[in-house]
């Protein structure tokens, strides 16, 4: 399967995930709302208390973006978006930039 074909599919769960209808509104995380259905059940808590800066990297590695792609779009160092992706795996209890990466496509991956 190549990588357009994986995305796609990623995508068409999403939407799919998104029509369920669900408990719960969707959730704040900071500026960022996700649908509830996203949010797994065991990490809504500890995703609740990320800094906006946190958040925002997250958010960008969910849409594919690299590291250096994040420090350039928020103006700091790529050392900087690996130390707040490391926290952010920390607080999460992740077991690596792996985990970090599927989580955050989860999230934020746009359906449409």
């Known amino acids: 399967m190549s990588e357009d074909e994986r995305l796609a599919a990623i995508a068409e769960l999403l939407r799919k995930a998104d ?7 969707p959730v704040a995380l900071g500026e960022h709302i996700v649908e509830a259905a996203r949010i797994p059940q065991r990490h809504r808590d500890a995703l ?3 800094t906006p800066t946190e958040l925002t990297c997250v958010r ?12 350039t779009l ?3 160092s790529e050392n900087t978006v ?4 490391s926290n ?9 930039m792996r985990e970090l990466a599927a989580l955050a496509g989860m999230l934020f991956y746009p359906a449409d």
């Open 19 to 25: 029509a369920l209808p669900h408990e719960g509104k």
């Open 88 to 96: 952010v795996a920390r607080k999460l209890e992740l077991d690596g």
């Open 48 to 50: 609740l208390t990320l």
């Open 74 to 76: 928020m103006l700091i």
């Open 82 to 85: 690996r130390v707040h992706l």
């Open 60 to 71: 960008f590695l969910g849409w594919g973006r690299s590291n250096s792609d994040i420090a």
